[in-house]
């Protein structure tokens, strides 16, 4: 009854109040006698009408920045996915994808297009919001700083960065000597073209370097602390350095820019003295997300966006006053880490690609349409690999590193990056670079940058060690080893049950190593030892209270699926047990690229559906990562779907086949490790037809005699299936379940699905 009392309350209420409308509406209309209201004729179409009003509302500026920022997100995620696939820094594939959508592609083959999507008119919109991207980008730069580290190895690397600024800052002066008649802007003077020639070339891209460090996992080793030390010293003295030469090209002369850099000076100090004390007492009293309120995130944006007008105004640039207000803030992991997370993914993810799209407008490559002027960028080139790679190298060299882990420091100090361009757009904003020089030093950042990887691999492979590899090989040959992968403490704690309970009575001839992945784009140098610690704890414990010791490893990856594999692999493991992500979309092409996380349907399998294909879990709750682990890898997979795995004393293995005859060897650890009691289920009749499965079963029965009991039923109790703590079946089998739609399907414990 109170269901159809409101239904009738809302359309009495619907229609008496439209009624009242309608009258006002009819009486209004006759007011309009002797105003001279004329009604609008239009000779067009009431189609062509809305035809005009789609094409007005489409060129509405609001309209056109939307779109041009849904184009440049998606387009950006793209590039920097394929990138991060073929081993680099996503960070390039997004300065390509700006130099896609601006004149040096999309504008030179699809002119129309491009006007269309990006109008002159419309491009002072993109560059402002692309300021506040970077304004925020540099506040994390600031806050990603460990200040610690300097003071622990400032010795090395005071020496070491400063050689890597010096050297090349001198190598880029020399060269704008040469260069300066023939590309230097009418009216500006050789110390300002000089000056950002120099600066440009010293620049080392802090963040880039520290997420290459954590990838190649030599971040907790002595090489990696100093490359990190070196880099953030190096950012600190450039962005110094690079606001004095703003200051000069802004002020005219040196002596005049004193002034400038007078005033920068008392700014340093007031933010180090008095705003950092202040902000210390703030940050500790709201260290946790539930003290963390809205008027404090205020106070906060508040300093960074008055640190930012302040260097503005004096004249050294808002992003060296976005860079201190981030370097100020409070020491605390948990703060930072907490404020990192508020900031970071509007601005990585939504207005930073605006940044690189912007610089991408304004890089036409198409101006570099003679050979004299790709030499010069050939010899630009030169003298900041020369300059930066060497100086770092020799200095290292110096202060004691080996060749190996000077070259290293060399080459990862020449990795220029995002950091590269925000100079340059400053240079060109000041009029100090041309266009034609503009697109040479873009140039320039994406090889240096490009290049750090194979770089890399080319000195690890000049001085490879391998007797010590083999050595180590050896020593751990006889060991059956098991790796565990998770993404999740609960999903690691299942696979530690499940591992603990195939080796616990091998009497030291197994090893369990635990490994937790994590991709590089959501860690920062400053808490990836906490980050670690915290991923590992919980299993920590586990592995206490089942007396099983782990080998735990960490690695940050660009690509956790094909990594997994790859340890795996290159370890000569016995077993990998990994557990499967329940949402078909996760891992998905599209998934990676938007970064969404959302259930939706998958474009592989929707791919799969139109094209005839049917994949091999296409029915299965697996998920495109899962697939990708068990097609590369060489060694045995389980994968474990998760029922709240506890204990293992209750086993059950259905065979459907003669290939499932391996499962029984796991059968026969877990019956001498855990007691387990076996139910093998002979399905379709297989083990009665077959010698040898015959002869493995009678073997268990009389070693561990009531272990092992073997049944021929065609059909099994949901009951039975209830008391089971587990279920082992092979990947070919459980497909068969699948594509059949078996009702064991819901039924079923726990299950590791295993490859052969």
Not at 139 to 149: C, H, W
Request: with cysteine; hydrophobic share 50%.
């Amino acid at each position: 009854m109170k269901k159809y009392k409101n239904s009738i309350f809302y359309i009495s209420t619907i229609g008496v109040f439209s009624a009242i409308i309608y009258w006002i509406v009819v009486v209004g209309s006759q007011l309009e006698e002797g105003r001279s209201v004329v009604e609008a004729v239009s000779e067009r179409s009431q189609w062509e009408e809305f035809i005009l009003s789609m094409q007005h509302n489409l060129g509405h500026p609001l309209a056109i920045l939307l779109a041009q920022i849904i184009t440049i997100v998606l387009v950006a995620r793209l590039f920097g996915w394929v990138f991060g696939k073929i081993g680099q820094p996503t960070v390039i594939g997004e300065i390509i994808a700006g130099i896609v959508l601006g004149p040096s592609f999309l504008g030179l083959y699809c002119p129309e297009f491009a006007s269309a999507l990006f109008p002159s008119q419309s491009l002072g919109n993109l560059q402002f919001l692309s300021q506040i991207g970077l304004i925020l980008f540099m506040f994390v730069i600031g806050m990603e700083l460990d200040l610690n580290v300097l003071k622990n190895k400032a010795h090395e690397a005071v020496v070491i960065s400063h050689a890597s600024i010096i050297f090349p800052f001198t190598l880029g002066l020399g060269l704008a000597y040469f260069i300066y008649s023939s590309f230097a802007p009418e009216g500006v003077g050789f110390i300002a073209f000089g000056l950002f020639l120099g600066i440009s070339m010293s620049i080392t891209a802090f963040p880039v370097l520290a997420r290459i460090v954590q990838e190649r996992g030599i971040h907790k080793t002595r090489l990696g602390t100093i490359v990190i030390t070196c880099a953030a010293a190096d950012d600190i003295t450039a962005w110094c350095i690079l606001a004095v030469v703003i200051a000069i090209v802004k002020a005219g002369s040196f002596l005049s820019s004193l002034y400038i850099i007078g005033l920068a000076i008392i700014y340093v100090v007031f933010m180090i003295k008095v705003v950092r004390p202040f902000l210390k007492r703030v940050g500790d009293l709201h260290a946790s997300r539930e003290k963390l309120s809205k008027a404090v995130v205020a106070i906060f944006f508040l300093v960074l966006i008055l640190s930012s007008y302040i260097t503005e105004v004096i004249g050294i640039h808002a992003l060296f006053g976005a860079f201190m207000a981030g370097a100020i803030m409070p020491e605390n992991n948990k703060f930072r880490n907490l404020f990192i997370q508020k900031v970071e993914d509007v601005a990585l993810v939504l207005l930073l690609p605006l940044f690189f799209v912007f610089t991408g407008l304004r890089t036409e490559i198409g101006l570099l349409n003679d050979p004299y002027l790709w030499e010069m960028t050939g010899m630009i080139i030169l003298v900041a690999v020369a300059g930066k790679f060497l100086g770092s190298a020799l200095a290292a060299k110096f202060v004691g590193q080996n060749w190996k882990d000077s070259l290293t420091i060399g080459a990862l100090m020449n990795t220029r990056g995002l950091m590269e361009l925000v100079v340059l757009n400053i240079g060109y904003d000041l009029g100090v670079l041309t266009p034609e020089v503009f697109a040479m030093m873009v140039i320039m950042a994406l090889v240096t940058t490009f290049m750090t990887g194979p770089a890399l691999d080319l000195i690890n492979w000049i001085f490879k060690n391998k007797p010590q590899a083999e050595h180590q090989e050896i020593s751990l040959s006889n060991k059956f080893k098991v790796l565990i992968s998770f993404a999740n403490p609960k999903g690691g704690r299942s696979l530690l049950r499940l591992a603990n309970g195939l080796v616990k009575k091998l009497n030291g001839n197994a090893s369990v190593t635990a490994m937790h992945l994590s991709l590089s784009t959501e860690l920062h140098a400053y808490n990836i030892d906490e980050y670690e610690k915290e991923s590992f704890l919980e299993l920590e414990e586990e592995s206490e209270q089942l007396n099983q010791p782990i080998v735990t490893l960490f690695k940050v990856s660009n690509d956790i699926d094909s990594d997994i594999v790859e340890v795996a692999n290159k370890g000569d493991y016995d077993l990998l047990l990994i557990g499967v992500g329940q949402s078909i979309f996760e891992g998905s092409l599209l998934g990676k690229i938007l970064g969404f996380t959302t259930k939706i349907i998958n474009p592989d399998r929707l791919l799969d559906q139109v094209t005839g294909r049917k994949g091999l879990f296409e029915n299965s709750p697996f998920d495109e990562r899962t697939r990708l682990i068990v097609s590369k890898s060489a060694v045995p997979v389980g994968v474990l779907l998760d029922k709240d795995l506890e204990r293992l004393d209750y086993v059950f293995i259905p065979i459907f086949s003669e290939e499932d005859a391996f499962l029984i060897r796991y059968a026969l650890k877990l019956i001498n490790s855990s007691k387990s009691q076996v139910v093998i289920l002979d399905a379709t009749g297989q083990v009665k037809k077959n010698l040898h499965m015959k002869e493995s079963i009678r073997s268990i029965e009389q070693n561990a005699p009531h272990h092992i009991s073997l049944l021929n039923e065609k059909k099994i109790d949901k009951q039975f299936l209830k008391t089971q703590d587990i279920m082992l079946i092979s990947f070919d089998s459980w497909k068969k379940l699948v594509d059949t739609k078996s009702l064991w399907l819901s039924d079923v414990p726990s299950t590791l699905i295993l490859t052969k």
